[in-house]
């Protein structure tokens, strides 16, 4: 039971323009949602996060978008850069809990 | 800081074989993770310590597997005897708070292959 999904498993944008990828979750208790990435033989690192008393959450390039009544959150990166390939983790907990449930990650390339 | 550092980097060993990954969290760091990611099955969350006290290892998926952690700097996963399908990417994590889904700070991993 996939509690947390990453219906694409790569997304291949140009240099400058917008990336946007998409997590969507089942379990309405998920109060708390995070994004990670992470490159080859590398740990994933923290990217950004929003917690569901917001809809919007930004950080430089990176926006982050929550539609609680679609159970669905997106990741927007603008412009795109070359150092933004990678894959992107979503994740997910119950109350703010430890626990965190991860998607499958997404595969981002980013063509010059 | 030099960040998390995991240890070894890589490993080969073979069926029934007796495996150690270490970790050092991050200095000020109290809560330590320790992931598995394969194909299969993403990001699993092994075990769980706080302040040097595991807290949850109910995704240790069978006796074979151990943690340890005997103080604030170094902990260790321990699998005996080792499988193949034990193999996989071991990912430890720290991060400072309490039990909240506070940011972790993952090390580079150890990569896991049992013949």
């Known amino acids: 039971d996939q509690q947390v999904k990453q219906n694409s498993p790569s997304l291949s944008v140009q240099e400058g323009r917008i990336s946007i990828l998409n997590c969507d979750y089942t379990?309405?208790?998920?109060?708390?949602f995070l994004w990670y990435k992470k490159y080859p033989a590398e740990g994933p690192t923290f990217l950004i996060s929003i917690s569901s008393i917001k809809d919007k959450n930004e950080d430089g390039r990176f926006t982050v978008f929550l539609n609680k009544s679609a159970k669905h959150l997106s990741l927007h990166i603008v412009p795109s850069q070359p150092g933004d390939s990678a894959v992107y983790f979503c994740a997910a907990s119950v109350y703010s809990n430890y626990q965190l449930i991860w998607g499958a990650g997404t595969k981002l390339i980013i063509k010059p | 800081d030099a960040g998390v550092i995991q240890s070894p980097r890589h490993e080969v060993t073979e069926m029934g074989q007796e495996v150690t990954l270490r970790c050092k969290p991050i200095?000020?760091?109290?809560?330590l993770f320790w992931y598995r990611q394969t194909m299969m099955r993403g990001l699993e969350l092994l075990i769980y310590f706080n302040n040097n006290v595991p807290i949850d290892d109910s995704g240790m998926p069978e006796d074979r597997f151990s943690a340890k952690m005997p103080n604030a700097s170094f902990s260790t996963l321990k699998i005996q005897p080792s499988e193949p399908r034990d193999s996989a990417v071991y990912f430890c994590?720290?991060?400072?708070?309490?039990?909240?889904?506070?940011?972790?700070?993952f090390g580079a991993g150890s990569r896991l292959t049992v013949l």
């Open positions: 200095s000020g760091h109290n809560s």
């Open positions: 379990n309405s208790m998920f109060d708390y």
């Open positions: 994590a720290s991060s400072f708070g309490g039990l909240g889904a506070n940011v972790l700070t």
